[in-house]
DNA sequence: TCTGGGGTCCTAGGACCC
DNA sequence: TCTGGGGTCCTAGGACCC
């Protein structure tokens, strides 16, 4: 039996490679994937791009600041969920024990081809050497005892490497790495941790597991204290079904006035319906989300007695939930989502025999937006010309 | 020139039921 | 004329991840 059995692959700046798949000229260059606009973010930067400071999350002014040359792309989203499912397809060919976590990365549990290939390292390298190979694409792979390492040691081997933690060195390994690349610790635990004085992974595997825990609370105190130690229990569990589908988005200029709410939140329905009917899902709960000017989000659900998927439906309880939000003012944000998820193959009560036939319209739309985007077709309150007067201007 | 979009998981309180 | 304890569902918010 393999000690370390634990590969975890993540995707050297993804989104990037993906691009660089299709337009060659922006091999070798900064480049950088996200949105153009005044609120545009990056969300993936190349190496070229990074030594001068571009990295995701960032606002593309400030990475545009950092480095002019940089090279903006558009995602391309499409593309990269069709390219992440072939990124899968090898994974699962080498294990049907894969978790993933994202697009882009993933964790195999390699522990049943030892009979099949010399170490846990050679697997990592075979996987890396066919996505390269086959993709064009390449990856890191860390390899570890358990999952949180193997997420650790991925990230020691960017770009383009496998790092391997022996069992016997995990300790040391750990030690010295700062708290803030725990897995699972953001900036409310970094602030609590601090308070307590603890600066590396060692810190916190050293200091009695009482303080943790009343400083962060039974569960995570005692997760927390658990993993710095190198314990992490968790299996690699094959992908589960997903639990929410949802759609937001962020206007170039607050909304401000309800009726600009509303036909951004139709907008919104028919892209959260097409979904859910592309997926074969419908949702019994809808939830709105606002965000204003101020960053401060609320959000309102609500949960019929039967699932449904019509943006009609979609919309009229989106409207009911943003009537429940007081004098909404300086909207930076709309979205919604749906949970409680239900196949759509179950049999639901049938509505309306009115509803019946725009049933139908909605399927024809989902099918036409699927092969034509968003755009293509909607109801004519979405169409242009409308959308542009309505939709986030510059106030005089 | 502040902070995208799509997710998961956790907590806490109230309703409701037995 | 006082009021337990457990379980489930729902809602709202928050932390965190890529």
């Known amino acids: 039996v393999w000690p370390e059995p634990i590969l975890h692959v993540d995707m050297d700046s993804f989104f990037v490679e993906v691009e660089r798949l299709a337009d060659a000229s922006l091999r070798g260059i900064p480049v950088a994937v996200g949105g153009s606009g005044r609120r545009g973010v990056i969300a993936s930067a190349s190496y070229e791009a990074r030594r001068f400071g571009v990295h995701s999350a960032q606002p593309t002014a400030t990475a545009l600041r950092m480095c002019p040359e940089l090279r903006v792309v558009a995602p391309s989203h499409d593309r990269y969920s069709e390219v992440s499912a072939a990124v899968f397809e090898v ?3 080498y294990t049907p024990v894969v978790e993933g976590l994202s697009l882009d990365e993933a964790f195999l549990d390699v522990g049943g081809l030892r009979l ?3 170490s846990a390292v050679a697997v990592g390298e075979s996987v890396r050497k066919k996505l390269r190979d086959d993709l064009g694409l390449p990856a890191s792979v860390g390899i570890a005892s358990v999952k949180f390492i193997a997420k650790l040691a991925s990230k020691a081997a960017k770009p383009d490497d496998v ?7 995990q300790k040391a390994f750990l030690a010295d790495l700062g708290a803030e690349s725990m897995w699972g610790v953001g900036p409310a635990t970094l602030a609590a941790l601090e308070r307590l004085g603890v600066e590396t992974i060692g810190d916190i595997a050293t200091m009695p597991v009482e303080t943790l ?11 927390l204290h658990d993993l710095a130690n190198g314990i992490d229990p968790r299996a690699v569990v ?7 589908v949802s759609v937001e988005e962020t206007y170039p200029y607050d909304l401000e006035t309800r009726n600009v709410m509303d036909t951004s939140l139709l907008g919104l329905a028919q892209r959260l319906s097409s979904r859910l009917r592309v997926s074969g899902l419908r ?11 101020d960053f401060t989000t609320v959000t309102r659900s609500t949960t019929a007695e039967t699932a449904f998927d019509g943006s009609r439906q979609i919309y009229g309880l989106a409207v009911g939930l943003l009537d429940s939000i007081a004098d909404p003012r300086a909207v930076r944000l709309l979205g919604l989502g749906g949970t409680s998820l239900e196949s ?8 309306l025999d009115a509803d019946e036939d725009w049933e139908r319209v909605e399927d024809s739309v989902a099918e036409v937006q699927a092969r034509f985007g968003a755009g293509s077709v909607g109801p004519a309150r979405l169409l242009k010309g409308r959308i542009s007067r309505n939709r986030g201007e510059e106030p005089r």
């Open 116 to 118: 099949h290939l010399p």
């Open 283 to 293: 949702c019994r709960t809808l939830t709105l989300k606002l965000r204003k000017a």
């Open 344 to 351: 759509a193959s179950e049999p639901v009560q049938r509505q």
């Open 163 to 169: 790092f391997h933690v022996p069992a016997e060195s």
């Open 238 to 244: 094959p992908d589960a079904e997903a639990k929410s």
């Open 213 to 223: 825990v009343s400083a962060l609370g039974p569960t995570n105190g005692r997760h």
């Open 91 to 93: 994974f699962r060919s």
